[in-house]
């Protein structure tokens, strides 16, 4: 990624400790972050950033996850835009749900900081191919 400009990854969650290590974690590797603490923030940044990925937690106030993530499908400017589900819920129907509505990946939460980048690189990588 050295010779283009960093990605930005818009991180939208209500809890302030992930969020913040997730901002440093991501910012460690060199991504740009924007943080949104509900789902409406959430749609507003993603108009404002246009960010080349997006960590969505499923359970926000306002809206939703999935919520976001179906405006996000049937929205031209992020339909493909990847985006990684977190949720505290790993029943096959909340799993199921989110990649049928168009989530790229999902991942319960408690989940390894280093297995997000390593997921985020990976779709990023994909995304751009």
């Not at 199921?96 to 390894?112: H, M, Q």
Request: glycine share 6%; charged share 25%.
């Amino acid at each position: 990624m050295s010779n283009a400009a960093p990605a930005t990854v818009l991180i939208a969650d209500d809890e302030p400790l992930l969020t913040e290590l997730l901002v440093f974690r991501l910012s460690a590797r060199g991504y740009e972050t924007v943080v949104a603490r509900d789902g409406r923030e959430a749609l507003a940044k993603l108009d404002d950033a246009n960010p080349q990925a997006v960590v969505l937690d499923m359970m926000m106030p306002v809206h939703d996850g999935l919520e976001v993530l179906r405006r996000m499908r049937a929205s031209e400017r992020h339909a493909a835009t990847p985006v990684i589900m977190l949720s505290a819920r790993r029943g096959e129907a909340d799993v199921i749900g989110a990649l049928e509505l168009g989530a790229n990946d999902y991942l319960v939460k408690p989940f390894l900081p280093e297995e997000l980048l390593v997921r985020l690189a990976r779709l990023l990588a994909g995304s751009q191919a």
